[in-house]
């Protein structure tokens, strides 16, 4: 059975019980390929899967059942964490050999940023980057750069199609003006979360920040730049300090709402501390000063779906150590729901971080 989006309604959703339609994988046939589609044929191979040399750009991740991509450009310096990221079509899962070749399948499931950099897919689409940058020629770089300072939050660099040779790749840039429209401003945010103004964090604009690493959708590491250009902008006294930036580019409700949350709810040991700083953009559409994100502290340890599986296979998960982590778990979640009057669904791994 092939993963991608069309099975996962039969397979993996709740619902998958009711379905009716039955997925079958296909065995291996006999059959002796035509020339047209044998990989003895130029036609059907790729040039290469090994990283360029000097690379220009790097993936640190990737989501949406494998069709989404976090894409960094290297050759462009310290950036605002703007999440331009790549999306690959879903029409490249139904062609078996791309999805052979390029490891779909276990793209569809890979997480984790150093397994993702090593798929296929990863390498296909850096090489491809590397190609279209290069052909922009010296332009390139500022108009990039043009991009990044212009274009909306969360704009997103499209591959229309997915070949086998890179140079048949079409690439397009998509504005989610969108996505800006639904930022709230940050003078209506008080009203807007029901807040009052003194219990807001400082903001702080997104181009004073510098991104680090792409953890996934939701969260990107940052650096608050030491110099800032404005009076109004809050200085740091540490600015090697990491910070974890919550933004979303896929729409803005569970966003706002976790930050409602946050903002509300008395401080708990075993809960995250409230947001240290509102993060801004100026949107060109509206002419508004729209809130993107908050930032909370980094934990360098990470989550408990990273440990886990280390502590169990070198035999360091005993039982004290679970009773422990239980105990303050549970204190946590009778925290978020008796004084935070808050329904929480979801208590996972991934948001079990190692202080």
Same mark, same amino acid.
């Given at each position: 059975m092939e993963l991608n989006s069309t099975s996962i309604h039969h397979v993996i959703h709740p619902t998958a019980a009711f379905s009716e339609t039955r997925v079958l994988s296909q065995p291996p046939t006999a059959e002796l390929s035509p020339w047209s589609a044998s990989q003895l044929n130029p036609k059907n191979r790729i040039d290469s899967l090994a990283l360029p040399q000097n690379p220009l750009w790097r993936i640190d991740g990737c989501t949406g059942l494998g069709t989404q991509y976090y894409a960094l450009p290297l050759f462009l310096g310290d950036l605002p964490p703007m999440r331009f990221d790549v999306f690959i079509p879903e029409e490249a899962s139904s062609c078996l050999l791309l999805r052979e070749l390029l490891d779909l399948n276990a793209a569809f499931h890979t997480k984790e940023g150093v397994r993702v950099r090593r798929l296929g897919v990863s390498i296909h689409?850096?090489?491809?980057?590397?190609?279209?940058?290069?052909?922009?020629?010296?332009?390139?770089?500022?108009?990039?750069?043009d991009m990044y300072r212009n274009h909306p939050f969360g704009s997103r660099i499209i591959f229309e199609n997915l070949e086998l040779d890179i140079r048949k790749i079409r690439i397009t840039? *998509?504005?989610?003006y969108y996505l800006e429209k639904q930022l709230l401003a940050l003078s209506r945010l008080p009203s807007s979360l029901g807040i009052p103004q003194d219990r807001?964090?400082?903001?702080v604009d997104i181009f004073h920040l510098k991104i680090v690493r792409q953890l996934h959708d939701s969260v990107c590491i940052v650096r608050i730049r030491s110099?800032?250009?404005?009076?109004?902008?809050?200085?740091?006294?540490?600015?090697?300090? =990491?910070?974890?930036? &919550? *933004?979303l580019t896929s729409g803005t409700k569970y966003?706002?709402?976790? =930050?409602?949350?946050?903002?509300?709810?008395?401080?708990h040991p075993h809960v995250i501390t409230r947001p240290t700083h509102l993060?801004? &953009?100026?949107?060109?559409?509206?002419? &508004?000063?729209?809130?993107?994100?908050?930032?909370?502290?980094?934990h360098s340890r990470g989550s408990l779906r990273d440990h886990l599986p280390r502590l169990h296979v070198h035999g360091q998960l005993n039982l004290n150590k679970q009773l422990k982590w239980a105990a303050q778990?549970?204190? *946590?979640?009778?925290?978020?729901r008796e004084r935070g009057?808050?329904?929480?669904?979801?208590?996972?791994?991934?948001?079990?971080? =190692?202080?």
């Open positions: 689409i850096l090489r491809t980057l590397q190609a279209w940058t290069e052909a922009l020629g010296k332009g390139g770089a500022e108009s990039l750069l840039i *998509a504005s989610t807001l964090p400082a903001a110099s800032l250009e404005h009076q109004n902008q809050p200085r740091t006294e540490e600015p090697d300090r =990491l910070w974890v930036l &919550k *933004a966003l706002y709402t976790e =930050l409602r949350n946050l903002l509300r709810l008395e401080p993060v801004t &953009k100026y949107c060109r559409f509206g002419g &508004k000063i729209g809130v993107v994100g908050f930032l909370l502290p980094f778990l549970t204190s *946590a979640v009778l925290h978020v009057h808050i329904f929480y669904p979801d208590l996972r791994l991934d948001n079990v971080l =190692l202080a």
